[in-house]
C-alpha cells in the first residue's frame, strides 16, 4: 500500500510565496516521475511540473519562472516552490508519482495525494 500525502497549501496574498511538500510513504522501492497537478472546479486537472527521478525539471508555462519542483529520493519527498503568486493560481494542488513496489519491482503504480487547497488573495 502506497499513499502521497501533500502539505504547505494555505491563504497568501498576491505576490507572496509558498512551497508544497508531497510525502511518499509504504513498500517503496523506488519513485520514478514525481509530478504536481492542479484543479480549479470545473475544469481539467492541468499538469503543473514534472521531475524525474535524476532531478529533471519540467513546467507548465503559466508557472515557468517563479516555480520550482525539486525531490529528495531517500526521503521519498516531493516540493513545489512558488513564488509570485497570483489569484489565477488558485487550485487544488495534488502530487502524482510513479512508484515502483517492494512486492513487484516491474510494476509502475500511479498514485495520487489527496491534494491541498492554494488560495491567493488579490
Known amino acids: 500500500q502506497v499513499q502521497l500525502v501533500e502539505s504547505g497549501g494555505g491563504l497568501v496574498q498576491a505576490g507572496g510565496s509558498l512551497r508544497l511538500s508531497c510525502v511518499a510513504s509504504?513498500?517503496?522501492?523506488?519513485?520514478?516521475?514525481m509530478n504536481w497537478y492542479r484543479q480549479v472546479p470545473g475544469k481539467q486537472r492541468e499538469l503543473v511540473a514534472t521531475s524525474t527521478k535524476g532531478g529533471s525539471a519540467n513546467y507548465a508555462e503559466f508557472v515557468k519562472g517563479r516555480s520550482t519542483i525539486s525531490r529528495n529520493n531517500a526521503e521519498k519527498t516531493a516540493y513545489l516552490q512558488m513564488s509570485s503568486l497570483r489569484p489565477d493560481d488558485t487550485a487544488v494542488y495534488y502530487c502524482n508519482a510513479g512508484v515502483r513496489m517492494t512486492q513487484n519491482p516491474a510494476l509502475v503504480v500511479n498514485v495520487w495525494g489527496p491534494g491541498t487547497q492554494v488560495t491567493v488573495s488579490s
Open positions: 509504504g513498500t517503496i522501492l523506488s519513485i520514478d516521475a
